[in-house]
C-alpha cells in the first residue's frame, strides 16, 4: 500500500503549523500572554483559507466573495466573541513566517494580545507560495 496522494506535503504543512503555534506562544510568553491553546476548528478554517488563496490565487483576508477570517471560524462552528488573522505569502519555513509578522507591528499586535485564547494554522505549500494563515479567536 502506497502513501497517499499529497501525504508528504500535508504532513510538512501540519508539522510547519505545530511550529508556527510553538514559535508565536513564545513571543506571547515574553509579552506575559497565557500560550494559545490550539482548535482544531480554528486550524480547519485557517487551512481552508490557506488552500483556497492557493488555488484560486489570491493573496487577501477576504475572500473573492467577500467573506473573512470571522466568517470561516463561525463555518467551523467556533463562537467567537473576538478573533483576529494573520497571512503571510512567500515565507519558506515557519521561522521566516512569524518573523514577518513580527517585524509587522499591526501583525506583533495580534501575535501578543493576551485577550486572544485559541488559534489555528493552515498552511499550503502549493507552488506559488508557500501560504501561511493563523486564526486567532476568543469563545464567546
Known amino acids: 500500500m502506497g502513501v497517499p496522494p499529497g501525504a508528504g ?15 508565536v506562544n513564545t513571543r506571547r510568553e515574553q509579552a506575559g500572554c ?29 475572500s473573492p466573495e467577500g467573506r473573512d477570517g470571522g466568517d ?3 463555518a467551523e462552528g467556533y463562537r467567537w466573541s473576538r478573533w483576529a488573522e ?3 505569502k512567500g515565507p519558506e519555513g515557519p521561522e521566516a513566517a512569524v518573523t514577518g509578522w513580527l517585524e509587522s507591528p499591526t501583525h506583533e499586535q495580534i501575535v501578543t494580545d493576551c485577550a486572544l ?5 493552515g498552511v499550503s505549500l502549493e507552488p506559488g507560495g508557500p501560504w501561511w494563515v ?4 476568543t469563545g464567546g
Open 9 to 23: 506535503a500535508r504532513s510538512t504543512a501540519d508539522e510547519y503549523a505545530r511550529r508556527v503555534v510553538a514559535l
Open 34 to 62: 497565557e500560550p494559545l491553546r490550539t482548535d482544531d476548528r480554528l486550524a480547519a478554517a485557517a487551512r481552508a483559507h490557506a488552500g483556497d488563496m492557493a488555488s484560486r490565487g489570491y493573496y487577501e483576508h477576504k
Open 72 to 74: 470561516r471560524i463561525a
Open 86 to 88: 494573520n497571512i503571510h
Open 117 to 121: 485564547k485559541d488559534t489555528g494554522v
Open 134 to 137: 493563523q486564526d486567532f479567536a
